[in-house]
């Protein structure tokens, strides 16, 4: 879009005009980790620079999200199975929706696009929100993750920089792929999600036929107190899975481009209600030396032959939403919304989000988010907090003094709950608090074993896919990008690198934006019409 000069700009590395500060002028040392206890442990609140920077970003769209604003929802019942697996499941977790064979909850599930605005096509390339709330007799569980199983990145500290790639260019409004592909070059933790992207799994056909996943590493905590750690997994029963390939993406956004919210609002409509069964994977809650990777790392997939899918329960989509507005586009999801007997990992990505998503719905929605009845839970709530836009209730108790809005109290105010089990209560490290990433990153590896579990027709579009946006992007880029495709697979490198020379070799063809493309073909193709 803008002339090679502008946009690679020739500067040495430590020029002090190129240099990244904070917004007090600081300058950024390490925009790569955030500083955690040892190299996988827990972050810390002190994380100046990582709280500015993602409370920043939080509040960088208003009223729309800033991620995952294109939706479509629908209310339905998850239906507990009473087990994990073959076992009964409260030898994991003590959280009540799950402890009995046939208990239902009522749930609330909002799908959705990730990057893209919020009346972009459903047919783009990107991956798909899955959240679901649970309105369980213990409060709200938020189950908040996407269709894919891993992510780009490891660290939150780079969650806003990948967003800005991923989203138009701050000057031109256009989504560039040269953007796109230089985060990715430069974040070789991004292969294996890369590699999913880019072949048929980065177009659902519709949000009814897809998986889902809750991507990060949660844990379940048991009435001893006892913690194991968990991988959540939907995966669609009678409806199947499906995907699309680029040109039949293209054929139905040409045909309309709301396919996905009209294909899961008719099928509702008409009775034929989605199902999906949710299935976990267990793993004890230590370090895994066995293993060539950090268990809390979010790139990458726990191996099925070692930790099995199992399944916990049953959710059926089953009413359609009476307003949009105030249904789909006012629930809000946040990743510490969670009830006793779940709790949270050390995965840095999982403690990061659950900081971000909650500040970014008291931003949209605002500071009373949670009274909003899409939002409240069908439990009591009794807090003592006051104020802020947009209350209209009091969260009192029914036998509240109304006068104590404070504890601890003598005079009625409220009173804290009795434990329904024994703390969980993990040993941390010690070690010194760094800013480190994971010692086993393995960047490649599962990128290179994904691209060889394809079957061929998903390999030849993956490839396909690939070449044609790095098409669009210079030397260094896609030289940067073959490289880690080296690491991860040779034969993967080479076709990419073979199809990307037969798109340059072709004179047809000038390695230019699509939407230049597009400006031509729409001069070339425009019917003269006189005034009126």
Request: aromatic share 10%.
């Amino acid at each position: 879009m803008a002339d090679d000069n502008q946009k690679h700009p020739q500067a040495s590395e430590h020029d002090e005009e190129l240099t990244l500060t904070n917004r007090q002028g600081h300058p950024v040392t390490d925009n790569q980790n955030v500083r955690t206890v040892g190299n996988r442990g827990p972050i810390t609140l002190e994380n100046y620079n990582f709280l500015e920077k993602i409370s920043h970003f939080d509040r960088e769209r208003i009223p729309e999200r800033v991620v995952h604003a294109r939706g479509a929802g629908a209310h339905g019942v998850f239906e507990a199975y009473g087990t994990a697996g073959d076992e009964p499941i409260s030898k994991y977790t003590r959280a009540k929706l799950f402890q009995e064979k046939g208990k239902q909850t009522p749930v609330f599930v909002r799908f959705s696009t990730v990057v893209h605005g919020n009346h972009s096509p459903e047919t783009l390339r990107d991956p798909r929100g899955f959240a679901t709330k649970f309105y369980t007799e213990d409060g709200n569980w938020d189950l908040v993750g996407n269709n894919l199983k891993i992510f780009f990145i490891r660290d939150p500290l780079k969650f806003p920089d990948m967003v800005h790639a991923f989203k138009p260019d701050p000057i031109t409004n256009v989504q560039d792929m040269e953007r796109f592909f230089d985060f990715l070059a430069n974040s070789p933790e991004s292969t294996h999600m890369a590699t999913f992207l880019f072949s048929p799994w980065g177009i659902p056909a519709n949000y009814r036929q897809m998986q889902g996943s809750g991507v990060n590493t949660y844990k379940w905590v048991n009435k001893d107190g006892e913690a194991v750690l968990i991988k959540y997994h939907w995966e669609p029963l009678e409806q199947g899975i499906q995907n699309l390939k680029q040109e039949q993406a293209n054929q139905v956004q040409g045909l309309d481009f709301n396919h996905a919210t009209v294909d899961l609002y008719d099928a509702i409509d008409r009775g034929e209600y989605p199902e999906w069964e949710l299935c976990v994977q267990i793993m004890s809650d230590d370090y895994h030396p066995e293993l060539d990777f950090d268990p809390l790392d979010p790139t990458k997939l726990w191996p099925e032959d070692q930790f099995p899918f199992l399944p916990v329960g049953k959710m059926t989509l089953n009413r359609n939403p009476v307003d949009y507005f105030t249904e789909v586009e006012q629930v809000a999801f946040g990743t510490g919304v969670l009830v006793d007997g779940l709790d949270f990992s050390d995965d840095k990505l999982l403690q990061g989000r659950t900081f971000s998503y909650s500040d970014t719905q008291r931003h949209r929605v605002g500071a009373n988010y949670q009274q909003l009845p899409i939002n409240a839970p069908k439990s009591n709530v009794a807090t003592n907090q006051s104020g802020g836009q947009m209350r209209y209730a009091p969260d009192a108790a029914p036998k509240q003094n109304p006068h104590v809005n404070y504890e601890p109290s003598s005079l009625g105010g409220l009173k804290e709950s009795p434990k329904a089990g024994a703390d969980h209560e993990p040993h941390y490290y010690d070690v010194n608090l760094m800013r480190q990433k994971l010692d086993r990153p393995n960047d490649f590896a599962q990128a290179g074993q994904t691209y060889r579990d394809f079957e061929d027709w998903e390999r030849d579009e993956l490839v396909a896919n690939i070449a044609a946006n790095l098409f669009e992007c210079s030397d260094v880029i896609s030289d940067k990008f073959i490289a880690n495709l080296q690491q991860a697979d040779t034969e993967y490198a080479q076709r990419v690198t073979d199809e990307l020379a037969k798109l340059k070799a072709d004179p047809s063809k000038k390695p230019r934006h699509r939407a230049h493309k597009a400006v031509n073909l729409a001069e070339e193709k425009g019917n003269d019409a006189k005034p009126y």
